[in-house]
Nanobody
Framework: QVQLVESGGGLVRPGGSLTLSCAAS????????MGWFRQAPGRQRELVAA???????NYADSVKGRFTISRDNAKNTVYLQMNSLKPEDTAVYYC??????????WGQGTQVTVSS
């Protein structure tokens, strides 16, 4: 069972930046596509960015050009650099493998609040 631990959230003003980290246990991390998801109050969890084991990336239209996903397979860690943050980016952010949602548990997430 892979354990996922997210960190790096906080309160930031509109236009600010944050970098989130997700540490995963287990030696098989490198072969999976990993993603960052977010869930705002009253809304469904959505996938905002994904990265394959080889480093190919994909983004939701709402964050394209502002967020950058990356990974360090040697450290079993995936990152989300978030720039030009907007109030609508406020949510709890989670990482997981989009192809393993039926078997990998969700971590506790990290709260990101964008407010002046």
């Amino acid at each position: 069972q892979v354990q996922l631990v997210e960190s790096g959230g906080g309160l930031v003003r509109p236009g600010g930046s944050l970098t989130l980290s997700c540490a995963a246990s287990g030696s098989i991390f490198a072969i999976y596509t990993m993603g960052w998801f977010r869930q705002a109050p009253g809304r469904q969890r959505e996938l905002v960015a994904a990265i394959t084991g080889g480093g190919s990336t994909n983004y939701a239209d709402s964050v394209k050009g502002r967020f950058t996903i990356s990974r360090d397979n040697a450290k079993n860690t995936v990152y989300l650099q978030m720039n030009s943050l907007k109030p609508e980016d406020t949510a709890v952010y989670y990482c997981n493998a989009p192809g393993k949602l039926a078997s990998w548990s969700w971590g506790q997430g990290t709260q990101v609040t964008v407010s002046s």
